[in-house]
């Protein structure tokens, strides 16, 4: 795995990475992700069918990868005794030398009209150069013309990862090849494979054959199904079975063939929790002996440590990498507080509890792994209780754990859920494929910035890197996992390579277009942008206006609207700048092309009401995961969009119960109030919501009562806005009242009063 380096005393190339310079010709390249530094020249290299390949002396053995180009072609490889008298035509792999100025992991790409010459210190960077100049074939409209070019490109973070799980859907060899491929193109260079879950143990262990007659396979295909239908497993053979399983031969395969693409493969064998599977063949491995009852092992009982280190032996003499993980993750510790084994380990151990006790197991499973000279990652619970003294963690609960683990002096890679989950949404949910929850669009995976402030300056380094997880609870598919893998994982390769400072959303908005035909061309099944317009307003109470805004996923999109709450048309007003509203006012908005609407007409209501920053009363406070801005956020003139952890929707368990204060009597037209329902993740409309008036804020009078009409059926994303006409009533206090039933959480807004 490459070292996070600083350049320090090359002070041409620390010149070009604070300045990086592009110059632009009349066929602009779009790489991704960004090089430090690129000059684009005048002219082509056109490949001929046949190419001659110079290479130094060193490189003699690496020559073999330019055969992945699509269009370099080669016979014999000529090796170079000395730069001095190089031929005029060509492709030319060359050692860097002192005069280069070249950073360890960096390399130089050199594009002229009779010769490509490419300048590395190993390996990896032939291959980074081969990944942008088969990028480059693939972005533009002649494959075989190089436009003349001048790189000079090194990567910001060493790890810059994606991770896929296996576990929830089975998937072929053939699949995980091609997403190497892919990652390769955007220089990844870490394949995190999730090989073992509760859904199905994944890969062979001879010692233990059982993981894959039986754990590799359950009676349903699709995870959904199996899950809601009593989670069983089918022996290898029952017609019914569905799933499978890699061979270690496989797995080997795999590797290298991930490592001649210069990925690094990192298995993770769940342990203590997320053992479902093995606990159901091995059920005297749980705290309950009993199968289908626990999905943790029994910390207490030592076969279960035999088990461990014996499945990781066969796990470490397939995979060479540095890293092996071990998950960590949710571990429900209920079982262990009323198992006499547990309770005696941690008794015997003096340990403080059962935080205490999967620390032990992790400490325990690290000590084993580094006599074998491997090193701990995991997920960030294996902060609890206390972290092993040389793990690594994986942030993915936030960016807590990251900051807590660097600030301690250990290593961590940042995958925080909000900016790096692909299992959620990519837009608004409604229309699209079921997908776990939550959104995640393009622009915010792009947004993300790797190191958090509360990291201390000596600490920074500590960050290794970032990486997206791709959850397939709802990917049964491999064309459904391209689908919510592409494009974020570009976006992914950008923000591990290209320094923060650096990175400019609409310039790779810009880069990006010219993607698509690289994902067209390779037969991806990639997200497309939406022609749907996103309306966003922002209520300033100083000035006691709204400021609205409108954005498209397309690209320099043609966006018309009108105000007067007709449709828009090819000849409504164009959008060019925000809007700033004093009154009440609805926008329609719709993307236009060829004076064509495309997509949909979107509709927003800024509404400037009475209500805004007046003061409200919780008598059912928000949850503290979901606050968005407390008391602030329900009377402030501003909606939440499609995901209820925007900042904007604030999140309730139990009844919704809040009371507004007008200070004095108010005439009072209308209130309403949005409630979003999402049942997957558990967020339900109220039952019913109702209003309460009064005088004194002492004593309410019920004044109306509003029923749900929306079933909890659906599955998709749902709103309801319960309206209430007040005709001119007077009062000075409003109770607001939603009956949550369900149990869930309840989600709204804005409480929006005339």
């Known amino acids: 795995m490459e070292k996070k380096k600083f350049s320090a005393g090359l002070f041409l190339w620390a010149f070009l990475c604070l300045c990086p310079t592009i110059v632009f010709a009349q066929d602009s390249l779009s790489i991704i992700p960004a090089p430090t530094f690129l000059e684009e020249k005048t002219g082509y290299f056109q490949y001929p069918e046949l190419v001659d390949v110079y290479v130094s002396q060193d490189f003699v053995e690496d020559a073999t990868i330019l055969r992945n180009h699509p269009y370099i072609h080669f016979e014999e490889v000529h090796k170079l005794k000395s730069r001095k008298k190089m031929p005029e035509q060509g492709v030319f792999l060359l050692k860097a030398e002192a005069e280069d100025r070249l ?79 892919l990652m390769a193109l955007y220089k990844l260079n870490t394949f995190h494979w999730h090989l073992t879950d509760g859904a199905g143990w994944r890969l062979e262990i001879k010692k233990y054959p059982e993981l894959t007659q039986n754990a590799a396979w359950r009676n349903y295909p699709r995870w959904k199904d199996w899950w809601n239908s009593g989670r069983r497993y089918l022996e ?36 203590p929790g ?162 776990m929850g939550g959104l995640l669009p393009l622009e915010k995976v792009y947004a993300y910035h790797p190191i958090p402030a509360e990291i201390a300056a000596d600490q920074q380094k500590h ?81 006691k206006k709204a400021i609205v805004t409108m954005t498209s996923e397309q690209y320099n999109a043609e966006i018309r609207y009108t105000t007067d709450g007709s449709d828009p048309t090819a000849t409504s007003t164009l959008y ?28 927003f209501t800024a509404d400037i009401h009475k209500g805004i920053g007046k003061k409200i009363i919780y008598n059912n406070k928000w949850n503290e995961k979901y606050p968005a801005k407390s008391d602030m956020s329900l009377l402030n003139g501003q909606y939440g969009g499609l995901s209820y952890g925007d900042g904007e929707w604030q999140g309730f368990l139990g009844d919704f119960d809040v009371t507004l204060d007008f200070e004095r009597r108010e005439e009072l037209h209308q209130i309403k109030l949005r409630f979003m329902q999402l049942p997957g993740p558990g967020v339900y409309i109220p039952d019913n919501v109702k209003i309460l008036a009064s005088d004194d804020g002492k004593h309410f009078r019920e004044m109306q009562k509003v029923d749900n009409d929306v079933s909890t059926a659906d599955p998709s994303l749902q709103f309801k806005t319960f309206s209430f006409d007040l005709e001119g009533r007077l009062a000075r206090y409003i109770r607001i009242v939603g009956q949550n039933e369900m149990k869930g959480f309840l989600f709204t807004d804005e409480i929006v009063v005339y």
């Not at 797995?251 to 290298?256: K, M, N, P, Q």
């Not at 490592?259 to 769940?270: L, M, N, R, S």
């Not at 793990?391 to 909000?418: C, F, K, L, Y």
């Not at 989950?421 to 229309?431: A, K, R």
Request: glycine share 8%; charged share 25%; net charge negative.
């Open 103 to 181: 950073p360890e992991n960096a390399y130089q790409l050199d594009v002229d009209t009779g010769k490509i010459t490419i300048i590395a210190h190993h390996r990896q960077g032939l291959i980074y150069a081969l990944a942008t100049l088969t990028q480059i074939a693939y972005t533009q409209s002649n494959a075989r013309l190089v436009p003349a070019v001048s790189i000079k490109d090194e990567p910001s973070f060493a790890y810059r990862g994606l991770m896929l799980d296996v576990s929830r859907h089975f998937y072929p060899l053939s699949f995980l090849k091609r997403m190497i491929d």
């Open 236 to 271: 290898m053979g029952d017609p019914n079975a569905s799933g499978g399983y890699y061979t270690q031969e496989e797995a080997r395969e795999f590797i290298a063939y991930a490592a001649e693409k210069g990925i690094t493969v990192i298995p993770e064998i769940e342990m």
């Open 274 to 435: 997320h053992s479902e599977e093995v606990l159901a063949v091995f059920p005297q491995l749980s705290c309950s002996g009993e199968a289908y009852k626990n999905a943790e092992f029994c910390i207490g009982n030592d076969e279960t440590f035999s088990f461990m280190t014996e499945v990781l032996d066969e796990v470490m003499a397939i995979f060479p990498s540095q890293y092996i993980h071990i998950g960590g993750d949710e571990a429900d510790k209920k079982a262990w507080k009323s198992c006499p084994k547990c309770q005696q380990r941690i008794k015997s151990e003096g340990l403080a509890n059962e935080e205490g006790l999967q620390s032990y197991a992790i400490k325990r499973i690290e000590a084993y792994l580094k006599e074998k000279g491997r090193k701990l990652i995991g997920w960030d619970e294996i902060l609890e209780g206390g972290i092993a003294p040389e793990a690594t963690v994986m942030s993915w609960r936030g960016e807590q754990g990251g900051i807590e683990a660097a600030n301690a002096g250990h290593d961590v890679i940042m995958t925080p859920g909000a900016y790096l989950y692909f299992d959620s949404y990519q837009s608004n949910p409604i229309g699209q494929p079921e997908a």
């Open 463 to 543: 960050i290794l890197g970032v990486q997206a997880n791709v959850w397939t609870e709802y990917m049964p598919t491999q064309e459904q996992v391209e689908y919510m893998v592409f494009p974020r994982a570009i976006a992914l390769a950008e923000v591990g390579w290209t320094a923060s400072d650096k990175r400019v959303w609409q310039d790779f908005k810009k880069r990006l277009q010219k993607h698509y035909l690289l994902l067209q061309r390779l037969h991806v099944n990639y997200y497309k942008p939406t022609y749907d317009v996103s309306i966003v307003g922002k209520y300033d109470i100083g000035a």
């Open 576 to 603: 060019i700048d925000s809007l700033s509203l004093v009154n009440t006012t609805t926008i329609k908005a719709a993307v236009f092309r060829d004076s064509v609407r495309f997509g949909k007409v979107a509709e």
